[in-house]
């Protein structure tokens, strides 16, 4: 990895330096702290160096996404919400909206995207909130559920309905009309900010339309969807590094029966399953990044893959990780303890686990008829 990365790297493990459970107890990170890694463009490190990012590809993006996500998942999810922003904003947006809009969000402000309703989960074609025109000004309503980061965006990035298809909207956060709510103690990544957004004709300029206008709603959908599954698919692979850390330090220092629980046969097996999962989950995670860095036409595949591998993988890693552990691991807010909770929700978030399979299916029978 580059100097950059090191130096990226290191930056976020001064950050965090063990705080994480204690944010996940308290359900908050401290916003300065947010600011102040997305100040550095480091929220979303792939958007181009022209507008205050990185610029790195999607594979040393994702490497640095693990990394954020083996110490906390609630950090990850805050930086997989600002790369959707920018990466909507990238493939959406005019010159002039990329413009306006990435380098506020590489220079400390703050984007939550909102997808979810009470009646739109992983039928998204269910979606209501309706974006219209109205003597020259947008007018947005509609209410969307679970949106991570929302509790601390300067920015939502809100898809709706819009003429005859759809389309993406930038709200600002204090916008008239716009009532934010917190959700009340989420199972996992509880300290993400997660958010149900209220808009009640919320009247906003005609330039805060990003497009999609004569777009299906879920193809539109997917454009930002594609990059949330990469994100947290990398962010499974850091669930999985840190479980395999502290269930690594934890058996060889721990003694029961004379002997280092390293050296029972069923604990080494037990670790040998989740250095499977994290080779597993990070094969997957690699090969879907080189895909989106060398433009295959697998790379849709090769993302709804690695989303699924890696939640798979991790929630079954984390709860191996908090069994081997037992009560050294069974604390509210310890690693595992936070990686079990954490996981269980990659596995719905971004596309479930049964979503992520009959897309998988389609994806293979289209490939065999090719053939």
Known sequence: MSDEYADAAAAVTALVAGRAGD????????????????????????VPAEYGGPGWSSLAGGQFTAHVGSLCSSLRSVMTSQGMAAWTVERLGTAAQRRAYLPRLTSGELAAVGFSEPLAGSDLSAIG???????????VDGHKVWVTAAH????????????????????????????????????GCRAAG?????????????????????????LLVTTALAYGRISVAWGC???????????????????????PLASHQLVARHVAELYVAEQTATRACEHASRCW?????????????????GAVQAARGAATAVQVMASAGAQD????????????????????NEMCELMLAQHALATLEGS
């Open 152 to 187: 601390y965006a300067d920015l939502l990035v809100v898809f709706g309905r819009y003429g005859e298809g759809a389309a993406a909207v930038v709200i600002p956060a204090d916008a008239p009309g716009v009532r934010v709510r917190r959700v009340a103690d989420p199972m």
């Open 194 to 218: 997660h958010a149900e957004v209220i808009l009640e004709g919320v009247r906003l300029p005609a330039d805060h339309l990003l497009g999609g206008d004569g777009l299906s709603l879920p």
């Open 129 to 139: 909130t309706t974006i219209r025109s109205e003597g020259g000004m947008l007018v």
């Open 293 to 309: 860095d060398e433009g295959t036409p697998d790379m849709v595949g090769a993302t709804v893959l690695a989303k699924h591998v």
């Open 237 to 259: 692979v850091g669930i999985l590094r840190g479980c395999l850390a502290a269930v690594a330090s934890h058996v060889v220092s721990r003694r029961q029966f004379g002997e």
């Open 23 to 46: 944010w996940d107890l308290a359900g908050l990170i401290p916003e300065p702290l947010l600011r102040e890694l997305g100040a550095t463009g480091r929220l979303c490190a792939t």
């Open 333 to 352: 807010g310890h690693v595992v303890a936070r990686a079990h909770r954490d996981a269980k929700l990659m596995e719905i978030i971004e596309g479930s």
